[in-house]
């Protein structure tokens, strides 16, 4: 099976820390993706990025930065983090529309 | 732009009743629709999926029909147990890419 794995499961930050959330999955899929769940609200797509080093904005871009260096791996960057940041963070990735796998999550709480 | 609406929870239900979610659609092109299931304190799994008009998806149990006249994908359970209490969200992903819109979300808790 495809696993997807997201370094931290609880994180609790300070306001204008720099954050980083690590995801690696170990199946080669091109795509991985990085959402925020909130509730009423559902999942929203952040960044996404389809090849090596190369990276998309999502619906809500703004305040976040992403890095992908390696095709296992896809970073999620907060670069001064804010108390509405404070959110699960889910990564998935995929070869095609049909085989997405999720992570596990992080819960993010800034302070 | 794509978007997918779902019926607001929560929905509590008794052992063995049935259950709907309704789930439309607006999408350009011939969208593929899909349910995920969010168990407490995991990630999300995908439940099933239909990638074209009157495909009817189904697993565990769960079936849901990709209605293009209506533009919905409802899921439907005939007796829900209290190991289905879980977060529901309907998703779909359009015609020309990879990404996934996912509704808010329903809550379903099952008692026993």
């Known amino acids: 099976d495809v696993k997807v794995t997201q370094s931290s499961r609880y994180l609790v930050k300070r306001t204008g820390e720099k954050v980083f959330l690590e995801c690696v999955q170990d199946?080669?899929?091109?795509?991985m993706f990085w959402y925020r769940q909130d509730p009423g609200l559902g999942l929203r797509l952040i960044y996404f990025?389809?090849?090596?080093?190369?990276?998309e904005k999502g619906d809500i871009p703004e305040g976040y930065s992403v890095s992908r260096e390696k095709k296992e791996r896809f970073s999620l960057i907060l670069e001064s983090a804010s108390t509405n940041q404070t959110s699960m963070y889910l990564c998935?990735?995929?070869?095609?529309?049909?085989?997405?796998?999720f992570g596990s999550g992080t819960r993010l709480t800034v302070v | 732009g794509d978007s997918v609406t779902q019926m607001e929870g929560p929905v509590t239900l008794s052992e063995e009743a049935f259950l709907t979610i309704n789930c439309t659609y607006t999408?350009?092109?011939?969208?593929?629709l899909f349910w995920y299931v969010q168990y407490p304190g995991e990630g999300l799994q995908l439940l099933l999926k239909a990638t074209k008009a009157d495909d009817k998806g189904s697993n565990k149990g769960f079936e849901a029909t990709y209605r293009k006249e209506t533009t919905s994908f409802h899921l439907e359970k005939g007796s829900v147990q209290v190991s289905d209490s879980a977060v529901y969200f309907c998703a779909l992903s359009g015609s020309r890419d990879y990404k996934l819109s996912f509704g808010a979300g329903t809550t379903v808790t099952v008692r026993a």
């Open positions: 199946m080669d899929h091109e795509n």
């Open positions: 998935a990735s995929s070869l095609s529309t049909i085989g997405y796998t």
């Open positions: 999408a350009t092109g011939y969208p593929s």
């Open positions: 990025s389809y090849d090596v080093k190369m990276k």
